[in-house]
């Protein structure tokens, strides 16, 4: 049986404004990742997918590879970042010209083990201390890579930017970004790609833009802060049908083990 009763309801034209609102934030020569990790924020990561690359976004990225394989099975063809790759993930990788982030030797050893020529992003730790490597790395890492060319970025991972009490800690992982970019670059003796910034990294630190930005939740709404309700709009909507309405006394309870009970008399509705 078909039920049609509740439903997810995809805006694109909130979608749409909400990219245009973040690209008037960013620099014309940045480019503009857009984040489609669980499905699309919960939504449907094939529609959104094909409405970004028809909007022209520089890249997408997702969580794991079995959603970058998704969405290139459904004809999109832009650049996709993987951000959490397995280790035994880089055969499906390669075959579908994903774009995996090494995150640590022993990934990078099982990357380089099936191609030596496919591009990757390096990602490196600043202080969300989830995925990456540290700038004591470098060295270790040069002794690898050196003479591999396609390294396509070096990125990391703000973990308060949407918290303007933690302006510090945010100043911090920025200031050991550029560290590392410094670092990283004399050692190799040439220039990176470089993307850092998240939705309230665009949004509350734009100098530190780079050569790319990635923008997830606020592409679906959201930012950190009241002053962006007007300029930021929901995307996503779930829709459903009253099946019942009620007349509840005062006293009277509602649910398993009267988990609500009635100050006065109200209506309720079943949902």
């Not at 959490?84 to 640590?104: A, C, V, W």
């Not at 990934?107 to 004591?136: D, M, Q, Y």
Request: with cysteine.
């Amino acid at each position: 049986m078909s039920y049609k009763g509740t439903c997810i309801e995809i805006n694109l034209n909130n979608l749409k404004k909400n990219l245009n609102y973040i690209r008037n934030k960013v620099n014309n020569q940045t480019k503009i990742l857009c984040v489609v990790k669980a499905n699309g924020y919960g939504s449907d990561s094939i529609e959104i997918g094909k409405y970004l690359e028809k909007n022209e976004v520089d890249y997408l990225a997702v969580a794991y590879t079995n959603e970058g394989v998704k969405l290139r099975k459904s004809g999109i063809k832009i650049p996709i970042l993987v951000l959490h790759p397995q280790f035994g993930d880089f055969t499906e990788i390669i075959k579908n010209d994903l774009e995996p982030s090494i995150y640590s030797f022993r990934i990078l050893e099982a990357f380089l083990s099936k191609s030596e020529k496919h591009p990757f992003h390096i990602k490196f730790n600043t202080g969300l201390n989830r995925l990456g490597f540290s700038i004591n790395d470098i060295n270790k890492l040069y002794n690898i890579l050196r003479t591999n060319s396609n390294i396509k970025y070096i990125f990391s991972h703000l973990g308060a930017s949407e918290d303007l009490e933690e302006k510090k800690f945010t100043l911090n992982q920025i200031n050991l970004f550029q560290k590392i970019i410094e670092k990283i670059e004399n050692k190799f003796g040439k220039k990176f790609n470089k993307h850092l910034l998240n939705s309230s990294g665009i949004l509350n630190y734009p100098k530190y833009q780079f050569d790319m930005v990635r923008t997830g939740i606020a592409l679906y709404g959201y930012g950190n802060n009241k002053i962006y309700k007007n300029q930021l709009k929901p995307v996503l909507f779930l829709k459903s049908v009253i099946s019942q309405i009620h007349e509840i006394k005062k006293g009277e309870s509602v649910g398993y083990n009267r988990g609500f009970t009635a100050n006065n008399s109200i209506k309720i509705a079943i949902v």
